[in-house]
T-cell receptor, first 115, second 112 residues
Framework: EAGVVQSPRYKIIEKKQPVAFWCNPI?????LYWYRQNLGQGPELLIR????????DSQLPKDRFSAERLKGVDSTLKIQPAELGDSAVYLC?????????????FGNGTRLTVT | QKEVEQDPGPLSVPEGAIVSLNCTYS??????FMWYRQYSRKGPELLMY????GNKEDGRFTAQVDKSSKYISLFIRDSQPSDSATYLC????????????FGDGTTLTVKP
């Protein structure tokens, strides 16, 4: 079984520039999550999708962050414009069903550095 | 105060030692408890998954949940250098299924 695939692995941008991250979840997993992990901290949920519907985006800073999951498979997370404080690892995860507490399967993340 | 507090570490032990990793939490609605292992520059991977109180054993790993004390533990027996990683506890509630709350992790180093 192929795992969760994320790209790029690393991204360095200047502040005020846009950036996008891509995620391909495990086949058959209906639920997709974007987490942000700051250095020395645990992951924090940004947004959760059930199929193509965003069911929890309460922690997503909507003034600069946006996400989409077209056709309920791949997902893209965008930041525009980026700020210095956005430097972190952005993790994508998927699970069979979010509503039944299925365990999360994480990708290896995109490490973003904003200079 | 965070909902989930994890012993910060770092923790360094000799090979073969028994390791105890711990988390406390404040939300009594948490019912599902997970331990993830995260190697450097990798994503977290699920180690143990338990529901409500009790013990669960899987090879060298044992997860304990004490809901009365709001305290969970992960024990690693006969620790190996390959166990060197950051260990994250996580938990979810029945009322907000799909939203895992993580601790900040404990970094473990097992020295040969």
């Amino acid at each position: 079984e192929a795992g969760v695939v994320q790209s790029p692995r690393y991204k360095i941008i200047e502040k005020k520039q846009p950036v996008a991250f891509w995620c391909n979840p495990i086949s058959g997993h209906n639920t997709l999550y974007w987490y942000r992990q700051n250095l020395g901290q645990g992951p924090e949920l940004l947004i959760r999708y059930e199929n193509e519907e965003a069911v929890d985006d309460s922690q997503l800073p909507k003034d600069r962050f946006s996400a989409e999951r077209l056709k309920g498979v791949d997902s893209t997370l965008k930041i525009q414009p980026a700020e210095l404080g956005d430097s972190a690892v952005y993790l994508c995860a998927s699970s069979l069903e979010g509503s039944d507490n299925s365990p999360l399967h994480f990708g290896n993340g995109t490490r973003l550095t904003v200079t | 105060q965070k909902e989930v507090e994890q012993d910060p570490g770092p923790l360094s032990v000799p090979e073969g030692a028994i390791v105890s990793l711990n988390c406390t939490y404040s939300n009594s609605a948490f019912q599902y408890f997970m331990w993830y292992r995260q190697y450097s520059r990798k994503g977290p991977e699920l180690l143990m998954y338990t529901y409500s109180s009790g013990n669960k054993e899987d090879g060298r790993f044992t997860a304990q949940v004490d809901k009365s004390s709001k305290y969970i533990s992960l024990f690693i027996r006969d620790s190996q250098p390959s166990d060197s990683a950051t260990y994250l506890c996580a938990m979810t509630s029945l009322y907000n299924a799909g939203k895992s709350t993580f601790g900040d992790g404990t970094t473990l180093t097992v020295k040969p």
